[in-house]
C-alpha cells in the first residue's frame, strides 16, 4: 500500500517569507500527486496536482511543487507567504480507487 | 453552478441516537467518498463507491452506514454503535476513467453528540 508522509505538523513563518512545506510518498509505480488547503471548518480544495510531464507543477495562489522521483518527494513551495496562506496543507496520491492523504502540516504565518 | 454539497453544517444529536449526513453532487462524478476528520488526525476514509449500488468499506467503517441508491448522493448514517462519532465529517467526489483526476470536497459536517 501506498502512503504520504509530511514533515513537520505544524510550520511557522513570517509574512513575505518563503514557504516550504515537505511530502514524501512511497509508490512502486508513477505516482499521482495531489496538494490540498483546508481552511478552518471548511471542505479541501485543490491547489495543484502531478500527473505526467513537466515536474514543476504550479497551482493556484501562486504555489508550486516539484515532482522528484529519485528523491519520492514532491514538496511544496510558495516565495512569499500571506497572512490569506494560514490553514492545513494536505498531500495525497492517488491509489487505485482511492486517495491516500498525509497527516497535514498546518501552515501559520506570522505579521 | 457544480459542485457538492452536504447538510446541515452542524448537527447535534444525543448519544443512542442515530443520525443520517446527507452529501449531493451534481458533477456528473462516478466516485463518492466518505471521510471523517478528528484533530490533529488528518482524513480518515469511512465508505466509499463507485458506482451506484455498490459501494466498498475504508478503514474506519465501523459503526457507519452508507447507501448509493443515485449517481448523485451519497447519503452516511452514523449509529449508535460508533463509540466516538463527534467529529467533522466530509463528503468527496471525483471522476471516473482515470487516477489522475482530483476529488471534489464539500464543504462539510460537523456533529457533535451528547
Known amino acids: 500500500a501506498q502512503s504520504v508522509t509530511q514533515l513537520g505538523s505544524h510550520v511557522s513563518v513570517s509574512e513575505g517569507a518563503l514557504v516550504l512545506l515537505r511530502c514524501n510518498y512511497s509508490s512502486s509505480v508513477p505516482p499521482y500527486l495531489f496538494w490540498y488547503v483546508q481552511y478552518p471548518n471548511q471542505g479541501l480544495q485543490l491547489l495543484l496536482k502531478?500527473?505526467?510531464?513537466?515536474?514543476l507543477v504550479k497551482g493556484i495562489n501562486g504555489f508550486e511543487a516539484e515532482f522528484k522521483k529519485s528523491e519520492t518527494s514532491f514538496h511544496l513551495t510558495k516565495p512569499s507567504a500571506h497572512m490569506s496562506d494560514a490553514a492545513e496543507y494536505f498531500c495525497a496520491v492517488s491509489e487505485l480507487e482511492k486517495v491516500i492523504f498525509g497527516p497535514g502540516t498546518s501552515l501559520s504565518v506570522i505579521p | 453552478d457544480g459542485g457538492i454539497t452536504q447538510s446541515p453544517k452542524y448537527l447535534f444529536r444525543k448519544e443512542g441516537q442515530n443520525v443520517t449526513l446527507s452529501c449531493e453532487q451534481n458533477?456528473?462524478?462516478?466516485?463518492m467518498y466518505w471521510y471523517r476528520q478528528d484533530p490533529g488526525q488528518g482524513l480518515r476514509l469511512i465508505y466509499y463507491s463507485q458506482i451506484v449500488n455498490d459501494f466498498q468499506k475504508g478503514d474506519i467503517a465501523e459503526g457507519y452506514s452508507v447507501s448509493r441508491e443515485k449517481k448523485e448522493s451519497f447519503p452516511l448514517t452514523v449509529t449508535s454503535a460508533q463509540k466516538n462519532p463527534t467529529a467533522f465529517y466530509l463528503c468527496?467526489?471525483?471522476?471516473?476513467?482515470?487516477?489522475?483526476?482530483?476529488?471534489?470536497f464539500g464543504p462539510g459536517t460537523r456533529l457533535t453528540v451528547t
Open positions: 458533477l456528473n462524478h462516478d466516485a
Open positions: 502531478y500527473t505526467t510531464g513537466a515536474t
Open positions: 468527496a467526489s471525483r471522476r471516473g476513467g482515470s487516477l489522475s483526476y482530483e476529488q471534489y
